[in-house]
């Protein structure tokens, strides 16, 4: 079974503060993929960041970085000095299944809220 | 370019209307996907379609109809709805229907039912 847990559902931080948003997935596959959304009020799904399985490289873009830690199943994401406009909800996503077709298993999601 | 395109980008419709959501890419991608989202839930998957054949329907009432007239365009036909249908509808592309491929959304359809 392919399941993404987020456990935070609300993060509230005050503006220039750091914030790490979790994510641990779970799948039986050995190929999968991980992906960070950001939903802004506005509704739209933007995308951040794709990795795969075989990649545990951490990545930086900007004020944006992922932990991929396949050990402890985890992908989280930290924002750095928060802005106001980072304010969204932000979805985890595990690609997996190859057998059905490689859906799109989200995680319920993460409010973030930053206070200015 | 990654750009997907939705119209309407609000819609309000009685239960006994027909109405239909439209959705484009330009992005040459062959597998595109309609999703609906409740307020405070992640998105749901309601179709798939690779090569404009559908390849996915999870189990979606009959009240929802999708089509695929080509390679860019996705169209979701509405008869029908109940209340509960109300929601945001997202439409989303990808290069294939593979783990590899990011689907990229458009801004979605807010739909309410009356």
């Known amino acids: 079974a392919q399941k993404v847990t987020q456990a935070q559902t609300e993060i509230s931080v005050v503006e220039k503060e750091d914030v790490t948003l979790d994510c641990v997935y779970e799948t039986r596959d050995t190929t999968y993929y991980l992906f960070w959304y950001k939903q802004p009020p506005s509704g739209e799904l933007v995308f951040l960041i794709r990795r795969n399985s075989f990649d545990e490289q951490n990545e930086i873009s900007g004020r944006y970085s992922w932990n991929f830690q396949k050990s402890t199943s985890s992908f989280n994401f930290t924002i750095t000095a928060s802005q106001v406009v980072d304010s969204a909800v932000y979805f985890c996503?595990?690609?997996?299944?190859?057998?059905?077709?490689?859906?799109?298993?989200f995680g319920t999601g993460t409010s973030l809220t930053v206070i200015p | 370019d990654t750009e997907v395109t939705q119209t309407p980008k609000h819609l309000v419709m009685g239960m006994t209307n027909k109405k239909s959501l439209k959705c484009e890419q330009h992005?040459?991608?062959?597998?595109m996907y309609w999703y609906k989202q409740k307020a405070k839930k992640p998105p749901e998957l309601m179709f798939v379609y690779s090569y404009e054949k559908l390849s996915i329907n999870e189990s979606v009432p009959s009240r929802f109809s999708p089509e695929c007239p080509n390679s860019s365009l996705l169209n979701l036909h509405l008869h029908a709805l109940q209340p509960e249908d109300s929601a945001l509808y997202l439409c989303a592309s990808s290069y294939g229907q593979g783990g590899t491929d990011t689907q990229y959304f458009g801004p979605g359809t807010r739909l309410t039912v009356l």
């Open positions: 996503a595990l690609s997996a299944g190859s057998d059905t077709g490689n859906q799109f298993y």
């Open positions: 992005m040459g991608h062959r597998a």
